[in-house]
């Protein structure tokens, strides 16, 4: 484990890697924690802490410019309807209103923007194939 | 949707997806975002219905719909109580 946040990094040591302390702006300010994992989700990465708290790439101190975001395309309809599959089932098992990291609105966040992106570019291309 | 021509792809995704309120989406906001995004699926779908094409989207697009609405109703059953009138 690192003995301190490191708070510039470059794009050669992106991501940290785990067991490294990151700071980061959580739902309720600025914090450091321990980081367990990175996982990409639909569109960006996310980074899981030790505590079990989900926050995205573009909250973690450090983070290079321009971010590396997926396209939509790239998610397959396997990934796509496992992740339908996983949030209904956390949202049948619970969820914590109050607690904006849990990993349920995590998932839920990128999976809006997801679909958003997914339909929203396809009424595009029909409004420029139209004109 | 492109609105400069120096705008990189990640940029140009980044602007539309912040404009439409779903980068950083609050806890109080996500039945609203939800609402938003039925919408344009819902948009898509009359779209593939009308012209009678695209059978798999429009299963794929009638599925994501149908896991949007159970969302949406676990997230209103699950939103905070708002503190009693002390009226």
Redesign the interface.
Same mark, same amino acid.
């Given at each position: 484990m690192q003995s301190r946040a490191k708070q510039l990094r470059s794009e050669a040591n992106w991501p940290p890697e785990k067991g490294e302390d990151i700071s980061f702006t959580s739902?309720t300010g600025p914090e450091t924690a321990i980081l367990k994992k990175v996982r990409w989700g639909l569109?960006w990465r996310d980074f899981i802490l030790e505590d079990g708290r989900v926050i995205?790439e573009?909250r973690i101190s450090g983070c290079p410019q321009?971010?590396? +975001?997926r396209?939509f395309d790239e998610v397959s309809?396997n990934e796509? %309807?496992e992740c %339908?599959e996983r949030?209904?089932s956390m @949202?049948?098992s619970?969820?914590d209103?109050?607690t904006?990291d849990q990993s349920f +609105?995590a998932e839920?966040?990128q999976y809006?923007?997801y679909?958003?992106?997914r339909?929203?570019? @396809? %009424?595009?291309k029909?409004q420029d194939t139209e004109r | 949707?492109s609105r400069s021509d120096d705008e990189?792809?990640?940029?140009q995704?980044?602007r539309? /997806?912040s404009e *439409?309120g /779903?980068?950083?989406?609050? /806890?109080d906001e996500?039945a609203e975002?939800?609402a938003?995004?039925k919408r344009?699926?819902i948009?898509?779908l009359r779209?593939l219905l009308d012209f009678d094409t695209g059978i798999e989207?429009r299963e794929? *697009?009638a599925?994501?719909l149908g896991?949007?609405k159970? /969302?949406e109703l676990?997230?209103l059953a699950? *939103?905070?109580k708002p503190p009693p009138d002390p009226s």
């Open positions: 739902s569109v995205p573009h321009p971010q590396v +975001w396209k309809d796509r %309807e %339908e949030l209904l @949202a049948g619970g969820m209103p109050r904006r +609105w839920l966040n809006l923007a679909t958003y992106l339909f929203k570019r @396809a %009424e595009c029909v | 949707m990189t792809e990640e940029q995704v980044w539309v /997806l *439409a /779903l980068v950083e989406i609050r /806890l996500f975002r939800i938003d995004v344009i699926v948009v898509r779209e989207e794929s *697009a599925y994501s896991t949007l159970r /969302l676990k997230v699950n *939103a905070p």
